[in-house]
């Protein structure tokens, strides 16, 4: 059992397969490819950290979220109290974790501690600002960690 883990063997022949493959795909499939996962990560969590609103807006975000006329992409998607945003995050942290970006216990409890948190959207609620205030500190360890643990 592989445990989720795409080898590098396999990430070759997935671009080969699928030559049209884009953006964070493609990026991952590279960084798979290359050992690159601590520089992967460190993207994905920088983009959460930065290009994600923290905002809590007065009106339901999915009603904020539409698909661009081409229907090539989402628009309005970018706000941390999206629940779809939360869980990418989540799985991004577990997906370093399994892929040995993470060594220390302290951080991969930390992270743990987030994957456990009953987010209010699972109760079909909305986000809070303490909840935001926990997915950027979590961020923000993360960054932190990798940025000391590989220079970077």
């Known amino acids: 059992m592989n445990n989720g883990i795409i080898s590098p063997e396999r990430a070759r022949e997935i671009l080969y ?27 994905r969590f920088l983009s959460y950290r930065t290009d994600y609103s923290d905002d809590l807006p007065d009106v339901d975000v999915r009603t904020l979220v539409g698909i ?13 109290c ?13 997906g ?5 970006v993470f060594a220390d216990e302290s ?17 079909g609620e909305f986000t809070t600002r303490d909840e935001i205030d926990l997915i950027n500190k979590t961020l923000d360890s993360t960054i932190s960690y990798i940025a000391e643990k590989y220079y970077l």
């Open 17 to 43: 397969e699928s030559p049209e493959a884009s953006g964070w795909y493609k990026r991952y499939l590279e960084a798979v490819i290359t050992g690159a996962m601590h520089e992967y990560y460190l993207s």
């Open 107 to 123: 951080i991969i409890k930390e992270i743990e501690g987030f994957r456990k948190h009953d987010f209010k959207f699972n109760h």
């Open 96 to 100: 370093a974790v399994r892929m040995g």
């Open 68 to 80: 661009s006329k081409d229907g090539s992409k989402f628009i309005g998607d970018k706000y941390k």
């Open 82 to 94: 999206r629940g779809n945003i939360i869980m990418g995050i989540g799985l991004d942290l577990s």
